[in-house]
T-cell receptor, first 115, second 116 residues
């Protein structure tokens, strides 16, 4: 059963530390998304990639967040330095975009707590 | 820019009763619409989607949704809910771009509680 895999599932870190979240998209999918979910803001799109190239990262704080796809099987989201306001659940999703009309498949998320 | 409104933050329904979750969208072109469900501590699972064609779409777990362009709505329905349907439900609209409709904007969600 193909699924998006995210690691770690939970992360507690101290303010100022670097945090790296990883995502393995579904094999064959050409688009990868990073979403953040908080009680206050709900689900927000941070960035997404097509064929490993970044298409849109306008939702991401540029000074501390970075997203990359080193290869087709790995996407990373890095926060450096982390702040308490970054505490949230971060979701990775992947999809196969063919023209118009597809859906995103979500991983189980990484719950990040910055203290 | 597109937006999605889910007017009901929390709904409580008796097991076996019918369900309707409301969703209104704002988008200048033909929308691509989705309903996702999220169980506690889990990711989002797609229930159903509307891209074109028949305005009544069937999804998994016995859910259906009807697209009404005149009302800018895409309400989710189920004729008889089960205790396992208790979860958070999100409506989303996909924005078109040069690449497709993949940029999803989500509503704030509706939490569904089922009582015996």
């Amino acid at each position: 059963d193909a699924r998006v895999t995210q690691t770690p599932r939970h992360k507690v870190t101290e303010m100022g530390q670097e945090v790296t979240m990883r995502c393995q998209p579904i094999l064959g999918h050409n688009t990868v998304f990073w979403y953040r979910q908080t009680m206050m803001q709900g689900l927000e799109l941070l960035a997404y990639f097509r064929n490993r190239a970044p298409l849109d990262d306008s939702g991401m704080p540029k000074d501390r967040f970075s997203a990359e796809m080193p290869d087709a099987t790995l996407a990373t989201l890095k926060i450096q330095p982390s702040e308490p306001r970054d505490s949230a659940v971060y979701f990775c999703a992947s999809g196969l975009i063919r023209g118009t009309g597809t859906e995103a498949f979500f991983g189980q998320g990484t719950r990040l707590t910055v203290v | 820019a597109q937006s999605v409104t889910q007017p009901d933050i929390h709904i409580t329904v008796s097991e076996g009763a019918s369900l309707e979750l409301r969703c209104n969208y704002s988008y200048g072109a033909t929308p691509y619409l989705f309903w996702y469900v999220q169980s506690p501590g889990q990711g989002l699972q797609l229930l159903l989607k509307y891209f074109s064609g028949d305005t009544l779409v069937q999804g998994i777990k016995g859910f259906e949704a009807e697209f009404k362009r005149s009302q800018s709505s895409f309400n989710l329905r189920k004729p008889s809910v089960h205790w396992s349907d208790a979860a958070e439900y999100f409506c989303a609209v996909g924005a078109s771009s040069n690449f497709g409709n993949e940029k999803l904007t989500f509503g704030t969600g509706t939490r569904l509680t089922i009582i015996p």
